[in-house]
């Protein structure tokens, strides 16, 4: 019989002890009560089930009962006193190895989504956790209005769903940041997409961004990079929508970056303009002024000393020239050349040094 099956060894000195203190009427001792929960934080470490060393304790008190010639209620108390230092020490076991296995995952994600390890090493240790990352990954990121702890309610309400929903199939739930992420197989839309689902249920109308599918040991900090960079996209953008995938917004970061694309925008968005009757610049004003104040039409027209009437016409001739309508969010934002929104360009944020390319 192996160690693992037989937990006699973790009741060493019971039966002598419960045999004296019957016999004496006397308490236990400070060192004897202290010895029985080290057996229990023994117990607990080698994985001993802890119903059956507590089955253990009381097969073996009733052995040495017809042997035991003292109070019965001595004895009784005495048993009670064992059971509970060694469940007390097996608890204090089992509570130091859930510590440690939370700071083991927290590292892990963290050296996971900083890139910060050696991929090798990180390759096995995430094994550990259910990800194999010699295989493509995807991440999504879910923002609420408040932050998030991996302990919270919200978390575990999320991740209840989805592993009931698919099993573990290899997915990680976690938090970082206050946020809460799914890292799933690259090829496992349906995962991400339910989890989107469920976090926005969960966060009461919070916000989830994918990452695209990356391979190898680093895709999962580059899928988790894309979906912050979408989530701060879309609160810049003043976007509405619940559930965005990075690859839908890939032409906006390329934009803010080149400043010959951001010049080829303007003209072509702004362009139409120079069409109109006087020249384009009382229309750009007026454009300046609507976005400076937070396209609030009133406080527009005041800056213009113009009325709010006046105002909506130049916007309405904005529209017709460019095809956008400033009034519009999605408008106001990205267009083409036919008035489809969120197809090709960057947030038309025009200020002075966005519209020197018109020459005006």
């Known amino acids: 019989m192996t160690d693992r099956d037989n937990p006699v060894r973790y009741l060493h000195g019971y039966a002598e002890i419960l045999a004296e203190v019957s016999a004496t009427g006397r308490r236990l001792t400070r060192e004897e009560i202290e010895s029985r929960r080290a057996l229990g934080e023994q117990a607990a470490e080698a994985g001993h089930g802890l119903r059956s060393l507590v089955s253990a304790h009381l097969t073996a008190a009733r052995s040495a009962w017809p042997h035991a010639h003292g109070s019965t209620d001595t004895a009784f108390a005495t048993v009670q006193q064992v059971i509970d230092a060694f469940v007390e020490g097996y608890e204090r076991a089992q509570h130091h190895a859930v510590r440690q296995e939370e700071v083991a995952r927290r590292e892990f994600i963290d050296d996971l989504l900083y890139g910060r390890s050696d991929l090798g090493r990180l390759a096995e240790r995430a094994e550990r956790f259910g990800l194999r990352l010699s295989h493509a990954h995807a991440v ?200 489809s929104p969120g197809r090709r360009f960057q947030r038309l944020d025009v200020r002075r040094r966005l519209i020197r390319p018109l020459g005006v």
């Open 140 to 339: 999504a990121v879910a923002q609420g209005p408040t932050a998030y702890d991996e302990g919270d309610p919200v978390p575990r309400q999320v991740e209840r769903a989805v592993i009931g929903r698919f099993g573990d199939r290899n997915v990680l739930i976690t938090t970082k940041a206050g946020r809460l992420l799914c890292i799933a197989p690259g090829h496992q839309d349906d995962v991400l997409a339910y989890f989107a689902k469920q976090a926005y249920a969960a966060t009461d109308g919070g916000r989830v961004a994918i990452g695209r599918s990356q391979p190898g040991p680093g895709g999962v900090v580059q899928s988790y990079e894309e979906g912050l960079n979408a989530l701060e996209l879309a609160e810049r953008l003043g976007l509405d929508e619940p559930m965005l995938r990075a690859a839908d917004l890939l032409v906006y970061p390329v934009l803010t970056r080149d400043r010959q694309a951001m010049a080829d925008l303007v003209l072509d968005a702004l362009g139409p303009l120079t069409t109109a009757r006087g020249g384009a610049q009382v229309l750009l004003d007026t454009l300046t002024a609507y976005f400076d104040c937070g396209c609030v039409a009133a406080e527009a027209a005041r800056r213009l000393s113009l009325s709010v009437r006046a105002l909506t016409y130049r916007l309405e001739r904005i529209h017709k020239l460019t095809g956008a309508n400033p009034a519009d969010p999605a408008h106001r934002y990205c267009s083409d050349r036919e008035g």
